[in-house]
């Protein structure tokens, strides 16, 4: 059975960090590109990183560049996400998901909240 199970979600206050991770089962994570996601109330989800199958590059959306880094460990098939210096705006439902050509699985979300 396909899983992909998000933790690490909480309230912080802005400019702490957080780390969220994304155990996988039922599949290896090695032959899939990874990705997080979000979405905030009343809007659009959002792409803010991603880690390439083919060379492990990383990408990241202008929003999150410079705070946030995306990783993942294959041997405990696990993806994560540091978020450092959180804003009130970085708060939403994180996602992470993994795909490649024929497979695209999602996880149910955490929720992250910025605020003091």
């Known amino acids: 059975q396909v899983e992909l199970v998000e933790s690490g979600g909480g309230l912080v206050q802005p400019g702490g960090s957080l780390r969220l991770s994304c155990a996988v089962s039922?599949?290896?994570?090695?032959?899939?590109?990874i990705g997080w996601f979000r979405q905030a109330p009343g809007k659009e989800r959002e792409g803010i990183s991603c880690?390439?199958?083919?060379?492990?590059?990383?990408d990241y959306a202008d929003s999150v560049k410079g705070r946030f880094t995306i990783s993942r460990d294959n041997a405990k098939n696990t993806v994560h996400l540091q978020m450092n210096s959180l804003k009130p705006e970085d708060t939403a439902v994180y996602y992470c998901?993994?795909?490649?050509?024929?497979?695209?699985?999602w996880g149910q979300g955490t929720q992250v909240t910025v605020s003091s």
């Open positions: 880690l390439s199958i083919s060379d492990g590059t990383t």
């Open positions: 039922g599949f290896t994570l090695d032959h899939y590109a």
């Open positions: 998901n993994a795909r490649n050509f024929d497979y695209d699985y």
